[in-house]
């Protein structure tokens, strides 16, 4: 089956359902580590009994669905959701709905894995044209002769 991976535990088979983020690019459902735990702020009595935010967790160095390149880039745009031990946190908690907070918090997640996979154009340094550099020195002397019509008049 396309899409699946097939997870053998304790004598059976089971199909582990695989996210594409790219063409190229799927990973397994069971690399992604989801908690929830209670919201910060305000929201009454029911705030207090229900675990609505999601916590994600995804081993970014560990993960052999990602290339090498595409764990650089991961790691260095995640910045201070990385751990040491290159594992990934993000934290959703926009919504009262614990199904929409783990929405959203995928959605994230896919996003920056999918921004992780462009490669980054190099910049090819140009040098400026004769006429601009002509330009620019005659608006040098035009502003010098300016500032230099400013000094203590003499008779």
Same mark, same amino acid.
């Given at each position: 089956?396309?899409?699946?991976?097939?997870?053998?535990?304790?004598?059976?088979?089971? !199909? /582990?359902?695989?996210? @594409? #983020?790219? +063409?190229?690019?799927?990973?397994?459902?069971?690399? $992604?580590?989801?908690?929830?735990?209670?919201?910060?702020?305000?929201?009454? @009595?029911?705030?207090?009994?229900?675990?609505?935010?999601?916590?994600?967790?995804?081993? /970014?160095?560990?993960?052999?669905?990602?290339?090498? !390149? /595409?764990?650089?880039? $991961?790691?260095?745009?995640?910045?201070? +959701?990385?751990?040491?031990?290159?594992?990934? =946190? $993000?934290?959703?908690?926009?919504?009262?709905? @614990?199904?929409?907070?783990?929405?959203?918090?995928?959605?994230?997640?896919?996003?920056? #894995?999918?921004?992780?996979? =462009? =490669?980054?154009?190099? +910049?090819?340094?140009? +040098?400026?044209?004769?006429?601009?550099?002509?330009?620019?020195?005659? !608006?040098?002397?035009?502003?010098?002769? /300016?500032?230099?019509?400013?000094?203590?008049? @003499?008779?």
């Amino acid at each position: 089956m396309p899409g699946f991976t097939h997870v053998a535990q304790s004598g059976y088979s089971k !199909a /582990v359902p695989r996210i @594409q #983020i790219t +063409r190229a690019i799927s990973i397994d459902e069971n690399e $992604l580590t989801e908690s929830a735990t209670r919201a910060s702020g305000a929201g009454g @009595q029911h705030v207090n009994t229900t675990d609505s935010a999601v916590i994600l967790r995804f081993d /970014v160095a560990a993960s052999p669905s990602l290339p090498e !390149a /595409v764990k650089r880039r $991961l790691t260095e745009l995640a910045g201070s +959701r990385i751990t040491n031990d290159g594992v990934l =946190i $993000l934290r959703s908690e926009g919504s009262r709905s @614990q199904f929409e907070n783990k929405r959203e918090v995928r959605e994230r997640l896919f996003a920056l #894995i999918h921004e992780a996979t =462009i =490669i980054p154009k190099k +910049r090819k340094p140009t +040098r400026p044209t004769k006429a601009s550099s002509a330009r620019r020195i005659d !608006a040098k002397t035009r502003r010098a002769a /300016v500032k230099a019509g400013r000094g203590k008049w @003499q008779e």
